[in-house]
């Protein structure tokens, strides 16, 4: 049903053309959803998959996901007019954030919450007032503006489906549209989140810092 309204949302405000960019964002999608229905909930984390596939020869959904989402990124950084070494900067964003907005899908509203405050810091630094950064931006908010209050009570999950959606969507522009000390820095956070999660949690970082604690819960269904 998720993947449904995401892909309408792109087509009513009119991309009605099946751009590379939404060619990629309905292959994340479809991922993300066979995650959710049929996925491997006994294996956690990227090293969790990965220690299946190298022990047992075993290709989780999660794998199977981490490696479309590579391949996806990599299609999508190919045609960029920069250095190599940029172009695998912009992978590694896409890649690292279609992720990391997946892992905070743990609390109601906690992966919308981030992707939104992402969003306001490439408004105020990054070149997104273009036509082609629009096919991006515009659909995404609109579909996460719609789903935050259903999210935020509670009533609805993004899942995989949609959280690997709204993070690839929101890597995409970074790589696109931000700049490079932007990108740079957009790339340690997601780094730092993705070895949080993988060696600690993110849950726990976020209980101990106030701010951080009452922004987690700011709208949710107590």
């Not at 053309?17 to 060619?23: A, D, E, Q, Y």
């Not at 964002?25 to 294996?43: A, F, H, P, Q, S």
């Not at 954030?97 to 509203?109: A, E, K, Q, W």
């Amino acid at each position: 049903m998720l993947f449904g309204v995401l892909i309408l949302i792109y087509w009513i405000v009119g991309i009605r053309t099946l751009s590379l960019f939404t060619l990629s964002l309905c292959v994340i999608t479809v991922l993300g959803w066979l995650d959710d229905t049929v996925g491997d909930r006994t294996t956690k984390g990227f090293h969790g998959h990965w220690r299946k596939l190298v022990k047992q020869g075993v290709w989780t959904t999660g794998m199977m996901k981490a490696a479309g989402t590579s391949i996806v990124a990599l299609i999508l950084t190919l045609g960029m007019q920069h250095t190599w070494v940029y172009s695998v900067l912009c992978w590694f964003v896409i890649v690292l954030c279609t992720n990391v907005i997946n892992l905070l899908d743990l609390r109601p509203g906690r992966a919308l919450k981030c992707s939104f405050g992402l969003w306001l810091v490439l408004f105020i630094f990054g070149n997104i007032y273009t036509p082609q950064a629009a096919e991006i931006w515009i659909p995404t908010l609109i579909s996460a503006v719609l789903l935050y209050r259903e999210d935020v009570q509670g009533r609805l999950m993004l899942g995989d489906t949609g959280a690997n959606a709204f993070g690839f969507a929101l890597g995409t522009a970074y790589a696109f549209y931000a700049p490079a000390w932007l990108l740079c820095v957009a790339a340690v956070i997601l780094v730092s989140l993705q070895w949080t999660a993988e060696r600690s949690s993110i849950t726990v970082w976020i209980e101990r810092l106030p701010l951080l604690r009452w922004l987690d819960r700011l709208g949710r269904t107590p």
